[in-house]
Structure formats: structure tokens, C-alpha cells
């Protein structure tokens, strides 16, 4: 299993960014995909999962209205889209699977938010 993230960088607050995570190694359109997050000299925080077809998402609160998860099973790939981003949502951002009960993460992508 690997769970490859790209797409992050530097970024001004109010602005968009887009993550991608490629997937390989399993079915990837038989399982739920996440994003998580850790900031500097704070512990993983849950972002958002989609369901294995797409159908149902989920968003914590702090990313409500602001980040939409999806996917594409024809590419292997689960999207973060982030918007009106502020400074408190810098950090490395990592693709999640958990897959015939192991977790799998990703290597993480550095996402900063500052002007």
C-alpha cells in the first residue's frame, strides 16, 4: 500500500489550495479515504472522509464550509479542496486508509498559510 500527497506549498490567508493523494497497492474504490492534519507542536487532528463511492463525506468542525473532499476511483486519487484558508490551517496535511484493519498513511504534504 502507498498513499503519495503532492499539491501543497505556500499560500496567502483567504486563498485555495488543492491537495491530491494517489493511492496504489489496494482496491482503492473499496475503501473510505481521509485527510488529517498536524500542526506545529500539536497532535494529528481528523480533516474530512469520503465514503469508498464518493456518496457521503464528513468534515470536521474547524474545515466546515471551507474544505470539500472527493475522489476519483478511475485515477486512485482522494482530493482535499481548501479554501478562504487561514494561518490556523497551516501544517502537513496526510492522506489516511485503513485497510483490513492496519492504518496507512501517506508521507505528509506542508501546507503553510502566511503572508
Known amino acids: 500500500v502507498q498513499l503519495v500527497e503532492s499539491g501543497g506549498g505556500l499560500v496567502q490567508p483567504g486563498g485555495s489550495q488543492r491537495l491530491s493523494c494517489v493511492a496504489s497497492?489496494?482496491?482503492?474504490?473499496?475503501?473510505?479515504m481521509s485527510w488529517y492534519r498536524q500542526a506545529p507542536g500539536k497532535g494529528r487532528e481528523w480533516v474530512a472522509r469520503?465514503?469508498?463511492?464518493?456518496?457521503?463525506?464528513d468534515y470536521s468542525n474547524s474545515v466546515k464550509g471551507r474544505f470539500t473532499i472527493s475522489r476519483d476511483n478511475a485515477k486512485n486519487t482522494v482530493y482535499l479542496q481548501m479554501k478562504s484558508l487561514k494561518p490556523e490551517d497551516t501544517a502537513v496535511y496526510y492522506c489516511?486508509?485503513?485497510?483490513?484493519?492496519?492504518?496507512?498513511w501517506g508521507q505528509g504534504t506542508q501546507v503553510t498559510v502566511s503572508s
Open positions: 489516511y486508509a485503513r485497510i483490513r484493519a492496519s492504518d496507512y
Open positions: 469520503i465514503t469508498s463511492a464518493g456518496v457521503t463525506t
Open positions: 497497492g489496494f482496491t482503492f474504490s473499496n475503501y473510505q
